[in-house]
């Protein structure tokens, strides 16, 4: 999680009184916000996302650097994108405003193509001309408004704080090939994101079980929102196309990693594991996260 040791101000709160000064600890609150698409007209990729978040919580308040006095995680549904800023703004007026709090990830959970996160609802709420226009048809007719464009992501404020993350984790949202728009590297440049690191999809992404691997269970593939998740932790996995019925293999099928960029640059490109994984070590608070990785444990185990 990369959660910088506290620090401890040296700021007076008041004047020597009996030989003894004052002094006042401050430990600035870090704020970690997973967003979810919350797509009414698609419930099984509602639920994914939903899950998604979920494992994604639960796997920051188990990283042994996580502190319950400092680390404030949070998984808004949105289902337009002039949510997100409202939703920001809350937060930290919440926690205390600017300069008690700061943004220490902000994660995105959605449908996704190259222009950056899809909510298919969002034309029914956003002022159109916030919204990249449409000009591919289908069966139904016309596509309707549901990405927002560039200019958009340019203007939120995320009050980051350092070492910040900012995740995409729908279908290509950092797609690599010669020519094509690269949304994760873009936002990258943003003025609002200096010095964040920023990943996104490098191709279609996927539900599993494994952060490195795509790997499903037969029963969630066939019965699909029917069935409860909580028995397993959900990832969103990048993978090449028609590997559906390998991914249901006891060892699963391959994974594609994630790819990263600060500023512009590429950074790596690695999984998702490095950062976010129920297998690496966890802390030791008696907590029902805690008690949802081991479960998630002893389930692999039975698979």
Not at 224 to 234: C, Q, T, V
Request: net charge positive.
């Amino acid at each position: 999680m990369e959660i910088p040791a506290k620090k401890i101000s040296t700021a007076r709160t008041s004047t020597k009184e009996n030989n003894i000064e004052h002094i006042k600890i401050t430990r600035k609150k870090q704020l970690f916000l997973l967003f979810y698409a919350d797509e009414s007209s698609d419930e099984i990729a509602r639920r994914i996302f939903k899950e998604a978040v979920q494992t994604r919580l639960v796997i920051i308040k188990t990283d042994p650097m996580f502190d319950p006095d400092i680390h404030m995680v949070h998984c808004p549904n949105i289902t337009h994108f002039s949510q997100i800023q409202v939703i920001i703004d809350f937060w930290i007026k919440k926690y205390g405003g600017q300069g008690k709090v700061e943004m220490k990830e902000v994660s995105f959970f959605s449908h996704a193509g190259l222009n950056g996160p899809i909510i298919y609802d969002a034309w029914s709420f956003d002022p159109l001309e916030i919204l990249l226009p449409v000009s591919r048809t289908s069966l139904l007719g016309t596509q309707k408004r549901n990405q927002l464009i560039h200019s958009e992501w340019a203007k939120f404020n995320y009050y980051w704080g350092k070492d910040t993350r900012l995740n995409f984790f729908g279908c290509n949202s950092a797609y690599e090939k010669k020519g094509k728009n690269n949304f994760a590297k873009n936002i990258s440049t943003n003025l609002n994101c200096i010095n964040v690191l920023v990943a996104g999809q490098s191709l279609s992404s996927y539900p599993s079980f494994l952060p490195d691997k795509r790997k499903i269970s037969k029963k969630i593939a066939t019965l699909g929102m029917s069935l409860y998740y909580d028995d397993n932790p959900i990832y969103m996995v990048a993978c090449l196309p028609k590997q559906g019925w390998d991914a249901m293999l006891k060892e699963g099928t391959s994974a594609l990693p994630m790819n990263f960029y600060k500023n512009g640059m590429p950074v790596a490109t690695n999984y998702q594991s490095i950062f976010n994984d129920h297998r690496q070590p966890r802390n030791n608070i008696n907590n029902a996260e805690l008690s949802m990785v081991n479960k998630w444990i002893e389930n692999a185990k039975n698979e």
